[in-house]
């Protein structure tokens, strides 16, 4: 674990998070996420190697639905929500420099 | 069709290929909104399907159980899974996110078998979600570059799938077309999926390398946008093309996807993004483990069907013929082979029966009209010389037009009968006799003298004459 | 102010009207509402509505529900359809779900009049409701302080007398704290024991709803009607409601209620000294006080902290302006988004996206979200071995009473820390609930928190209840 977090990251990170920051932002950002992240270093002092994970706080398994239709959201309900929309669709920007 | 051979200077082929198959259920993966391809856009959709605030996804148990026939019939071991979330912006994706599985799967360790007893190895088969369908507007090629706007419908977005991944054990582009025909007909069998590329149900990604003998395998490209068989096979020969040119005029090449343009016949890059995305997959906290009972997976596993390999085995035990031959695999695809064995168990002449079939029956579907009985004698008439083998194609016509029938009876009304061997025998002589200059070039081994004598001997019999069984005559004359 | 039990009772008999009660709860809202700012959204027009139905359905001797006539506020992050739901972020403002939650369904279905949608913490980050874009709720007690966070609104409501009851959210505490702070009774239930669908989410292995209330018995009313198992939600707990009311007037006596010893520092004095006086009350009703270890308490800011925005970043990523709310427009899609998101997100919620996401991101998974979860094991486990020992656990609720606004909004590992006696019941998925208990020097309300181990809530409404009786 890193004792800081170095600006580049940060940028890097906004950029995964679709986060734009002004350089002033990035700043500011790095060096509270450092702050914690620093803070957070109390966590090494545990030897955890034989430790499980815990991801569900309640040991549930199968839970699963029968193979039935609902009926849909009304269309225009939703579409009225929406920030743009067109022919019975959303309506979105170009996706330039996109993978498929 | 091309095979490794192709590739020049000792480039060998490796290929992989990860098919994704929508499941044919009434429901989506995560909720009860209608999975139905076709529909107006936006009209199968719900909270979960949106991603609205708020919504929570449930595992649909009908998908489970069709993902689990897909891994038994492919051999694989099912086990105790769990689902993740895959992360990245699209909008397409309605959550941002996919649920998928990553490190535990439900389907590992499988595989296909190709003609040849070629063995496929599949790596897992497991359960995820469809996106939704953007579809772009504007922009001098309506593809994504340079459009003005795309709109999106998430009819699709939720839909089931099963992405099956296999391992890179295929070697031809041969073999990559059968293990999706394959495949497909997999799916089919078992009921999980209609399979249709051109709808979509079914999609092909194909990753290709090249690499020389005794060296690791080469830097893969993974090509998108292959909506047929054919195409499978066309873009794994160019991709493969493409990179040995590459690499021999001193380049690398690079690791991306490849999109395929099936109206140029080449692959083009994708423009990717600056930073390569990061998944940052964890566990869906939303979910809960899957852990398929035995006894569930083993009701699974005995409720499958024959599946088409074993069907084809059987038969051509059955006929006689190659279990990797067309009749083996034509009869099966259309669903055929019972009704051959029926006609075999009928006292059909096995092999017959089956060329027959092939042959004449492609319209019929799996339950054909003419009676099995009625079929296998027909095939016992031309077996035992009673008619001709043209005579016998003709009958077979009838027989389907009418849709059964006593098949003495029409050869009778035909006024079809095979001459027997010794009025062959006399009628050989006799055009002997009336060509012996034909005859005599024959004997001196000229081949192309046997047609004048055949040709003579059918147009006298009136059709009569079988002319295969002249033709034999002729031959063991020559060498007397 | 009226009990939410004694307005059922009064609608029910007749002896009052669903109507006359909503007029009531309207009028204090309109008396100080200006002041207080508890609501983002006030249903009056609705509310008037039901109430008059319900009304209508008592005349007519048709059956009504368990909580008819009850004015009921909502905290501004649960889906009600047609009607806005903002979790106070401008990025969902004038956004109308065309679905209820739910616990909305069923506090309909009980003959609940909801009179509003109540401020939070943006998406439910924070503790002191500072973080809502749409300004912060003031502490009806004392207006210079904060309610808490992030269910600052609904605990408000609760406190001012706008609403008999309400609900909120609580992640890391954001029930319990605002119910401590303001005075009144909050409840954390076990994990999975109320339903998340239409709950926005902000940390799904750690969000719950759970009620506000006056006192304990309305808290164990409202809960019955809110709990319970939902084939929507898949991580609901099979199991049906736990009757609650009926073991309030249990009593505590042959328990044993564990002490904390190495409880984590940084609790005022006088928070401290109102703990005593709950120990010293539950040995007078016959309970024994056994000390109880949670070595890994201290590690359970740090975990939760790693968790709960890991988490958060992949829930909120959704909020990208293509389908429903706010949308700043760009020339290209990724442009879009980062605009949209830029401007509708506030601080505090792009600093847990960013600590969120870095956590889970490549390289760094291991070290920080993969050994969070790990921690959280710890803690779990530790509860376990507790509760061999002891059936329930007292400590603060807040290490302080309500603070003054401003004063930790510069640092935000100082906000945090406001949470921890809250947080670890949180990552074990147990129920907790705060409980009034006597005032702080500066005669501001301490709250008492009741832990209990998971499905346990009988046993925590028992001690509650007693606490109450000796508070």
């Given at each position: 674990?890193?004792?800081?977090i170095?600006k ?10 679709r986060?734009?920051?002004t ?7 790095t ?11 109390d ?7 034989d430790?499980?994970?815990?991801t569900q706080?309640y040991?549930?398994k ?8 609902a ?16 022919s019975?669709?959303f309506?979105?920007p170009p ?6 | ?9 000792g480039w060998q082929?490796?290929?992989g290929?990860?098919?994704?198959v929508?499941?044919a ?19 199968n959709i ?14 649909n148990?009908?998908?489970v ?12 071991k099912?086990?105790p ?5 895959k992360n990245?912006?699209y909008p397409?994706l309605?959550k ?5 599985q ?5 389907n590992v ?12 190895g599949v790596?897992?088969?497991h359960l995820?979600?469809?996106t ?5 507007f504007g ?5 994504i570059h340079?459009s003005?706007?795309s ?13 099956i ?5 295929i070697?031809?582009?041969e073999?990559?077309r ?10 089919l ?38 909506n ?8 794994i ?5 493409r ?15 490849r999109?395929?343009?099936?109206a ?10 600056e930073?390569?995305d ?14 398929p009972?035995?006894?569930w997976i083993?009701?699974?596993r ?31 695809e ?5 009704y051959?064995?029926e ?5 059909g002449?096995?092999?017959r029966?089956?060329?027959y079939v ?6 019929q ?7 099995a009985r009625?079929l296998a004698?027909?095939t016992?008439?031309?077996?035992d010389?009673?008619?001709t083998?043209?005579?016998a194609?003709?009958l077979?016509?009838?027989l389907?037009?009418?849709?059964g029938?006593?098949v003495v009876a ?6 079809f ?8 025998e006399?009628m050989?002589d006799?055009?002997?006799a009336?060509?012996?200059g ?15 004598l ?6 006298s019999?009136?059709g ?17 | 102010m009226q009990?939410l039990v004694?307005i059922v009772?009064g609608v ?16 204090r809202?309109k008396?100080r509402?200006?002041?207080?700012h508890?609501?983002n ?7 008037r509505k039901d109430?008059?139905k319900?009304?209508?359905d008592?005349?007519?001797?048709k059956a009504?529900g368990?909580?008819?006539?009850v004015?009921i506020?909502l905290?501004?992050n649960?889906?009600t359809?047609?009607v ?6 401008k990025?969902?403002?004038g956004?109308?779900p ?5 616990v ?7 003959g609940?009049v909801?009179?509003?949608?109540t401020n ?5 980050m924070?503790s ?18 904060v309610?808490g966070?992030?269910?600052?609104g609904?605990?408000?409501?609760v406190?001012?007398?706008f ?14 704290q ?14 999975g ?15 719950q709803?759970?009620p ?11 809960l ?13 707990i099979?199991?049906?409601a736990?009757?609650?009311v009926?073991?309030?007037d249990h ?6 209620i ?15 000294a109102?703990l005593e006086a ?7 009703a016959g ?11 201290q590690?359970c800011l740090t975990a ?7 988490e ?5 990523a959704?909020?990208d302006?293509?389908r ?9 899609l ?6 949209t ?6 601080e505090e919620?792009?600093r847990r996206i960013?600590l969120?996401?870095y ?5 760094y ?5 993969g ?10 486990d ?7 020992d002891?059936d329930?656990?007292?400590?603060p609720?807040s290490?302080s ?10 640092n935000p590992?100082?906000?945090?820390l ?7 019941t ?5 129920p ?8 702080g020097t ?21 001690v ?8």
């Amino acid at each position: 674990m890193s004792d800081s977090i170095s600006k580049e990251t940060v940028v890097k990170v906004s950029r995964l998070a679709r986060l734009s920051l002004t350089p002033e932002q990035a700043e500011k950002m790095t060096s509270q996420l450092a702050g914690m992240l620093d803070h957070f270093r109390d966590i090494d002092a545990l030897d955890l190697s034989d430790v499980e994970p815990m991801t569900q706080p309640y040991p549930l398994k199968n839970v699963m639905r029968e193979d039935v239709e609902a009926k849909s959201l009304d269309r225009q309900e939703v579409l009225d929500q929406a920030p743009a929309a067109e022919s019975g669709r959303f309506r979105v920007p170009p996706t330039i420099g996109f993978d498929v | 069709m091309s095979d490794n051979t192709t590739l020049p200077n000792g480039w060998q082929l490796v290929v992989g290929l990860e098919v994704h198959v929508e499941l044919a259920t009434k429901t989506k993966m995560f909720s009860a909104s209608t999975n139905r391809f076709g529909d107006e856009p936006n009209t199968n959709i719900d909270p979960v399907t949106l991603g609205l605030p708020g919504a929570l996804p449930v595992l649909n148990k009908h998908a489970v159980e069709l993902a689990m026939r897909i891994g038994l019939a492919l051999n694989c071991k099912v086990q105790p899974c769990t689902f993740h979330r895959k992360n990245y912006f699209y909008p397409d994706l309605p959550k941002a996110y996919q649920i998928t599985q990553y490190d535990h799967p439900l389907n590992v360790d499988g595989f296909l078998m190709l003609p040849g007893d070629v063995r496929i190895g599949v790596e897992r088969a497991h359960l995820e979600e469809d996106t939704g369908k953007s579809t772009h507007f504007g922009g001098s090629s309506g593809r994504i570059h340079g459009s003005d706007y795309s709109l999106l419908d998430y009819n699709r977005a939720g839909v089931p799938l099963v992405e099956i991944v296999s391992r890179p054990d295929i070697r031809t582009s041969e073999q990559a077309r059968q293990y999706v025909a394959e495949l497909r007909a997999i799916l089919l069998a078992v009921g999980a999926s209609d399979a249709k590329m051109e709808e979509g149900s079914m999609r092909c990604d194909v990753n290709v390398s090249v690499h020389k003998a005794g060296t690791p395998f080469g830097t893969r490209c993974e090509i998108k946008n292959v909506n047929s068989i054919r195409s499978v096979g066309r873009a794994i020969d160019y991709e493969a093309r493409r990179q040995v040119d590459l690499i021999e005029s001193g380049g690398t090449v690079r690791q991306e996807t490849r999109h395929w343009d099936d109206a140029t016949g080449r692959t083009e890059t994708l423009r990717t993004k600056e930073d390569a995305d990061d998944y940052r997959y964890f566990l869906e906290p939303d979910l809960v483990p899957l852990v398929p009972e035995q006894s569930w997976i083993d009701q699974v596993r005995a409720a499958l069907p024959v599946l088409p390999a074993a069907r084809r085995n059987a038969l051509a035990e059955l006929c006689g013929v190659d279990k990797d031959g067309e009749s083996a695999f034509v009869v099966v695809e259309r669903g055929q082979d019972e009704y051959v064995r029926e006609v075999v168990s009928c006292g059909g002449d096995p092999r017959r029966s089956v060329i027959y079939v092939q042959q004449a029956f492609a319209e019929q579907g799996p339950t054909p009209k003419v009676p099995a009985r009625d079929l296998a004698a027909l095939t016992i008439l031309e077996r035992d010389a009673k008619v001709t083998s043209t005579q016998a194609k003709t009958l077979l016509t009838d027989l389907i037009e009418a849709g059964g029938g006593d098949v003495v009876a029409m050869a009778a009304k035909r006024g079809f009968e095979a001459l027997d061997t010794g009025a062959l025998e006399a009628m050989v002589d006799a055009a002997i006799a009336a060509e012996p200059g034909a005859w005599q070039k024959y004997c001196a081994g000229e081949e192309k003298a046997l047609g004048a004598l055949v040709g003579a001997i059918m147009k006298s019999s009136k059709g009569k004459a079988d002319g295969k069984a002249v033709t034999a005559i002729l031959q063991s004359k020559r060498t007397k | 102010m009226q009990k939410l039990v004694e307005i059922v009772a009064g609608v029910t008999s007749g002896s009052t009207t669903a109507t006359a009660v909503v007029d009531e709860h309207l009028a204090r809202i309109k008396a100080r509402e200006g002041e207080i700012h508890a609501f983002n959204l006030v249903t009056a027009d609705q509310a008037r509505k039901d109430a008059a139905k319900i009304d209508e359905d008592v005349k007519a001797g048709k059956a009504v529900g368990a909580l008819a006539g009850v004015p009921i506020a909502l905290k501004d992050n649960m889906c009600t359809r047609g009607v806005e739901t903002t979790c106070s972020s401008k990025i969902l403002q004038g956004w109308k779900p065309p679905y209820d939650a739910t616990v909305v369904t069923k506090l309909r279905n009980a003959g609940a009049v909801i009179v509003g949608k109540t401020n939070l913490d943006e998406f439910a980050m924070g503790s002191s409701t500072e973080n809502s874009a749409f300004g912060p709720t003031k502490n009806p007690l004392d207006i210079s302080r904060v309610p808490g966070g992030s269910s600052g609104g609904s605990a408000a409501a609760v406190s001012a007398g706008f609403a008999a009851a309400s609900l909120g959210s609580d992640t890391g505490g954001s029930i319990r704290q605002p119910a401590a702070l303001c005075g009144v009774v909050g409840v954390k239930p076990t994990y999975g024991t109320v339903s998340r669908y239409g709950l926005v989410a902000f940390a799904s292995s750690l969000d719950q709803i759970g009620p506000f209330t006056s006192d304990v018995r309305d808290a164990a009313t409202l809960l019955e009607v809110i709990s319970g198992h939902d084939p929507m939600d898949s991580t609901s707990i099979p199991q049906p409601a736990a009757s609650l009311v009926s073991v309030l007037d249990h009593g505590v006596k042959g328990m044993r209620i564990g002490r904390v010893t190495d409880l984590p520092e940084g609790c005022e004095p006088d928070v401290l000294a109102r703990l005593e006086a709950a120990f010293d009350a539950m040995r007078n009703a016959g309970a024994t006080i056994v000390d109880v270890k949670l070595p890994s308490l201290q590690y359970c800011l740090t975990a939760y902290y790693l968790i709960a925005p890991a988490e958060a970043s992949s829930n909120l990523a959704r909020y990208d302006g293509v389908r429903y709310g706010n949308r700043v427009d760009a020339a290209d899609l990724n442009a879009m988004y980062a605009a949209t998101r830029e401007s509708g997100f506030g601080e505090e919620v792009k600093r847990r996206i960013m600590l969120g996401t870095y956590a889970l991101s490549a390289g760094y998974f291991d070290a920080y979200y993969g050994k969070a979860l790990k921690v959280r094991r710890l803690i779990s486990d530790d509860f376990a071995r507790a509760y061999k020992d002891v059936d329930a656990i007292l400590t603060p609720t807040s290490p302080s009473t309500a603070f003054k606004f401003g004063s930790k909004t510069d640092n935000p590992l100082a906000m945090y820390l406001c949470d921890v006696f809250t947080i670890p019941t949180n990552l074990a998925g147990h129920p907790a609930m705060s409980v009034p208990f006597g005032v702080g020097t500066d005669s501001m309300p301490v709250g008492i928190q009741v832990l209990a181990t998971t499905m346990g809530e009988q046993t925590m409404f028992k001690v509650a209840a007693e606490l109450e009786r000796a508070s």
